[in-house]
């Protein structure tokens, strides 16, 4: 086996008390492969008992592949403690968060995170929702909201009240005209502050407006946040397709469930009269092709 192929089976065990795996948390310190031997190098320095734990999973999962007599398993203790990585957070009494996201734009994304918690509120759940999407947010425009949200004297912010959801967005800071033109660590923090600052109280869903991709807002999610599971918005393009597959193994890299995915623009209903490439107009029900009517 190669190291890429050993640092592959790494990174299927997730570090103590945490979604990620120990590869993204960088305790691997080196990779060592000779013909059936192989010695893994780990960075980590938590109690003695911990180490022993971490070292028998390495050992059985490499020795379950069958490939190796030898597996050697060195500890160094010059990195990251427990202590030292930060605890994914999640706003204080908010039970879920759901993720809306999609691999491209124009897929209507934001428009079905809105109904998503439309739908919950209407079943009788307390709801927020929060439009991630700093560069383009939609929900202002979608809810026809125009206000800004209010600001305690301790800093934090207070969602707006929109026919019983708790709702914010960048939009509703920046005004909707006003370009936010930002590098990353800016959009990372501004993420963070959605979640640390924001007063969202009890909920017991708050559903996520991502922006389209997997860019900087998805990284700061996943390894920041305590996301409960993902819904991923295409439509039948193949494109839209391909891009979904990239957004489904990004949630499951960093342990997210995705829970499913919803093609959105599915059927389009034309008013007026269609007409084949003759010309001709075409019957309700049926669409000429090839010199033969079909149905």
């Known amino acids: 086996m190669t190291k890429n192929q050993v640092l592959k089976i790494l990174s299927q065990i997730n570090y103590p008390g945490f979604n990620r795996d120990i590869v993204s948390f960088g305790l691997i310190d ?8 192989v010695q893994i190098t780990l960075k980590f320095s938590a109690e003695k008992s911990k180490q022993e734990e971490m070292k028998k999973r390495v050992r059985e ?23 030292n990585i ?21 897929v209507g994304k934001s428009t079905v995170a809105a109904n998503i918690a ?7 759940y ?10 383009g947010p939609s929900l202002p425009i979608i809810l026809g909201i125009n206000e800004s949200p209010q600001i305690t004297q301790d800093k934090k912010l207070i969602p707006l009240n929109w026919n019983g959801l708790k709702v914010l967005s960048f939009g509703f ?3 909707n005209d006003s370009p936010a033109i930002w590098r990353g660590p800016l959009v990372a923090r501004m993420t963070e502050q959605f979640f640390r600052d924001v007063l969202w109280g009890d909920l017991d869903y708050l559903i996520l407006d991502l922006p389209p991709g997997t860019g900087d807002v998805q990284l700061t999610l996943t390894q920041k946040i305590q996301i409960s599971g993902a819904v991923i918005v295409t439509t039948p393009q193949d494109i839209a ?4 597959r990239k957004g489904a193994d990004m949630f499951r890299k960093v342990n997210t469930p995705v829970l499913g995915v919803i093609e959105n623009m599915s059927g389009l209903t034309l008013l007026g009269t269609v ?4 010309n001709n107009p075409v019957k309700s029900g049926t669409v000429k092709m090839d010199n033969k009517e079909s149905t």
């Open 241 to 244: 397709l391909s891009d979904v």
């Open 86 to 106: 930060a605890q994914p957070m999640k706003p204080e009494k908010v039970k879920n968060i759901i993720a809306v996201a999609s691999g491209k734009g124009g």
């Open 173 to 175: 800071i920046s005004g």
């Open 126 to 135: 307390k709801v927020g929702l929060l439009d991630l999407d700093i560069y």
């Open 30 to 37: 080196d990779i060592s492969v000779s013909d059936d031997n």
């Open 118 to 124: 439309c739908s919950f509120s209407r079943k009788g």
């Open 275 to 278: 007409f084949d490439s003759e």
């Open 61 to 83: 999962e490499l020795e379950s592949l069958g490939k190796f007599k030898n597996v050697n398993i060195v500890m160094t203790g010059a990195t990251q403690s427990m202590g």
